[in-house]
């Protein structure tokens, strides 16, 4: 229980064993199991379904064999590696399918987000800094009314140093997508590169193309742009981006 961030967590049908790992006297082969459980963030609740860790751990740092988590926010896997606990340097390759809706149920975001997505990670760094790569997509995406299909993020990559976050893709494909009755087609942007910091994302694309953008009675067809740059902002700053056709003619502008 963490009574500072009103988190509550609690596992069941739990089984654990330590033991001198084998071929490794200095380590302790320490392993957990749960069938049963829940994680509860302010009132709301999520149950888990299961929860598997294997890990080698010493003195020196930890390897960690085996990471399983289901829920129905989604399943994640990982095995990676600790050095060093007093300068931690970590190494993580993970795997997860999230349940968008869930998510947002748990995280108290509302019931307009919904769909799924999927990531292949791997996770460096030490203390607070760290790197990521990898790739990323997702078959649907709802919010409310708007939505994504065909999302795939090639060349995914992350880089973190305290608050300020910086990230990239080699490319980002979107078959088709729909905003206030707008609908995009066959989107692929190039070469994308921006960073996060002080509730302001600012980002530019090598190249956008879409085989085309359809709203009312109009279509325009075969678009392709050079360089785009764009801003969002946190919520409190984006009354002038809440229109999809505002931040749309913005970006052509851009």
Known sequence: ??????????????????????????????????????VRDHGRELALQKLELAVRASDKGLDLDRFVLLCPAGEATA?????????????IDLKARAQLGEIARVAGLGGGLGGGAEARLRIEGKGENYQVRGEAGAEEIRIDTDWLRGVEIAQLQAEGRGRQLRFGAGRVRVDATEISDVRIDAVTIDGVKGEWAGGVARFTTGGVTSAGVGWTDSRLDAIALGEVAGELRSEEHTSELQSPCNLVCRLLLE
Do not use: H, I
């Not at 963490?2 to 302790?28: I, S, W």
């Open 1 to 38: 229980k963490d009574r500072g961030r009103a988190l509550e967590a609690e596992l069941r049908q739990l089984a654990a064993e330590a033991r001198p790992a084998d071929g490794a006297p200095e380590k302790t082969a320490v392993s957990l199991r749960s069938t049963a459980g829940w």
């Open 79 to 91: 095995q990676g590696k600790v050095e060093d606990w007093a300068s931690p340097r970590y190494e």
